[in-house]
């Protein structure tokens, strides 16, 4: 099936899409209602990917967004959100609730005041700066931003005329990874005498809000960037503690594969046996996920699917300037390829018709044999 | 004692009718090395003046005994050329910049760091990350190498002075100021004013 075709009104779809250095995930929730949850721009690009594929459709689905979600601050999940939040006034628009607190706002203040780019910080300053505008101007009002914290419902899509009922809910921040983010905020936080610099995604993620999406008898659990600290309370611990009854068929793995985040107990006690997985790579810093990821991830199930395949291909330069800089950089590589895509599509009005896995623009499935992959 | 024959100055002098200098209590705004008159090219006025010097008729003698008494006569009317000149007039070196990264640092590691480069001369370009040998960078931008810092990377093409053409490769690290205590005062003030009207505005 192309692309650009949308799903049927009675189909509820899960896509994720990751460049290499960020994701955004697209739930179709339907009747042609959707839920975005981050951003991420293709190469050359400011607006979200998001945009990109809703308008492909033709059908207006980027007027059914419904909300938009930040599962953090960090550039690779919400690089293009602003532009997003303005083409969908009518959106409801939530981040973490560890963001909803003086010292984050500060941040963003200061950072606004700095040296601007490649921080998630700048985007969040662009879209406070965008609602504060809407809101002075009167005329195109977005919505102010709500806060996600653990076992807040953040949509509930009920009716008799739906054509199946859909619920959004967050199952993080804890209050325990609450108290974790704000010290991680304070430690980015510029204080007087400091150089100017940019903030840099060097920190943990302990703000991220995890989704437990119900869409008909279907069920998801996005896991954003959360870690997992070990300790009850805080990470995957505290998802663990109000778990659902019920088991999820698909799992947007967190923190792209990476072993810290890794809780073999939701694997046990949240999915379904062998559940459809999604891994997003993150090929900047230290390239994950691992091959030692790959491979763990390649051994919990045999529907585990990976956006993109590596990093992309290096733009041709000048001769000069190849060998200039062979001459000046002892290691290289491109940190971003074209946009990769694993859509999921179950027919909920066919409860036995299975579900229908589309890989495009270089998304892969995830083998035993993983180190090929990447 | 050979004949002071070539004429030189210093700072603050000037020359007289007789060719002799003295001392001016007034400082001259004029060059170190003024070579007055500038009638000929440094390297003719140079062998004129050795040849001025060798004219004298003591000259050989003078070296000889200044050899036997251990007592070298440094010759003191040697001219000093000017100042190099382009070969070409009017040439000065000119850089042609063929590429130009903004960079930010992201990691540092033993003996250097990791960036991401930004393409500023094509935009449509990925960004890279690539890892910096802190010998390749000038001491002097050592203590900028931080996390969050950015600099700027060019390689280009120099037109030398000789009008040679050199490829050069730079690394300049942005020198930012530090933030002063108002000014983080004034983004906070900001920060709680934004707050509150997103509060007021639910």
């Excluded at chain 1, 606004?112 to 921080?119: C, E, L, P």
């Excluded at chain 2, 850089?95 to 540092?108: A, D, I, R, Y």
Aim: aromatic share 6%; charged share 20%; proline share 6%.
């Amino acid at each position: 099936m192309s692309r650009s075709t949308p799903p049927s009104t009675n189909e509820f779809e899960i896509s994720v899409i990751g460049p290499g250095r960020g994701e955004c995930v697209l739930l179709h929730l339907g009747d042609n209602e959707w839920c975005v949850v981050d951003s991420c721009t293709a190469r050359g690009r400011t607006e979200s990917v998001a945009i990109e594929y809703l308008n492909s459709f033709e059908n207006g689905a980027l007027d059914g967004v419904k909300i938009v979600v930040a599962t953090h601050w960090h550039d690779d999940h919400i690089r293009g959100l602003a532009s997003v939040l303005r083409r969908v006034p009518s959106a409801s628009f939530f981040c973490s609730a560890a963001l909803d607190k003086e010292i984050f706002f500060e941040l963003v203040g200061i950072t606004a005041n700095g040296i601007q780019g490649r921080s998630g910080v700048d985007e969040f300053a662009a879209i406070l700066g965008l609602i504060g505008d809407s809101a002075a101007e009167k005329t195109l009002r977005l919505a102010t931003p709500k806060w996600a914290i653990e076992n807040r419902k953040l949509l509930d899509l009920i009716g008799v005329d739906r054509t199946f009922s859909a619920t959004v809910t967050a199952l993080s921040p804890s209050d325990g990874t609450l108290a974790l983010a704000y010290t991680e905020i304070a430690q980015v936080l510029p204080k007087t005498g400091d150089i100017q610099r940019r903030i840099t995604n060097l920190s943990p993620n302990h703000t991220s809000v995890v989704l437990w999406v119900e869409a008909g008898p279907m069920r998801a659990l996005l896991g954003a960037d959360l870690l997992h600290t070990g300790h009850a309370g805080e990470g995957w611990g505290a998802v663990l503690s109000c778990k659902r009854d019920e088991t999820a068929a698909f799992f947007k793995v967190p923190h792209h594969g990476s072993a810290n985040a890794d809780c073999p107990e939701v694997w046990d006690q949240m999915l379904r046996e062998n559940p459809i997985a999604v891994v997003t790579p993150f090929t900047s810093g230290v390239p994950l996920p691992k091959s030692s990821d790959l491979l763990r991830l390649a051994g919990r199930t045999t529907n585990c699917y990976c956006t993109t395949a590596g990093a992309g291909k290096a733009p041709s330069r000048d001769a000069v300037v190849e060998k200039t800089m062979r001459r000046q950089v002892t290691e290289r590589r491109v940190v971003e390829g074209a946009p990769g895509h694993v859509r999921v599509r179950w027919s909920l009005t066919d409860q036995m018709a299975n579900p229908v896995v589309e890989l495009f623009n270089g998304a892969h499935p995830v083998t035993i044999d993983a180190r090929a992959t990447l | 004692m050979p004949q002071r024959l070539s004429i030189t100055f210093s700072p603050g002098q000037k020359q007289t009718s007789n060719g002799f200098s003295t001392t001016s209590d007034v400082v001259s705004d004029s060059p170190v090395y003024d070579f007055q008159p500038m009638a000929t090219s440094g390297a003719s006025q140079l062998s004129s003046s050795l040849r001025a010097t060798a004219s004298s008729p003591s000259i050989l003698t003078s070296i000889a005994t200044s050899v036997v008494n251990v007592e070298p006569e440094i010759p003191s009317g040697a001219i000093l050329p000017p100042p190099l000149k382009p070969a070409v007039p009017g040439r000065v070196p000119r850089l042609k910049t063929l590429q130009l990264w903004e960079g930010t640092v992201t990691e540092l590691r033993e003996g250097g760091f990791v960036a991401v480069l930004s393409d500023k001369t094509n935009s449509s370009n990925p960004d890279e990350q690539a890892v910096f040998d802190n010998s390749e960078i000038s001491p002097g931008d050592h203590a900028l190498i931080m996390p969050g810092s950015s600099f700027y990377w060019i390689i280009g093409a120099e037109n030398t002075f000789g009008g040679q053409v050199r490829n050069v490769s730079t690394v300049q690290f942005r020198r930012v100021p530090v933030w002063p205590q108002k000014r983080l005062e004034r983004a906070a003030e900001r920060a709680r004013h934004l707050r509150e009207s997103l509060r007021e505005a639910e």
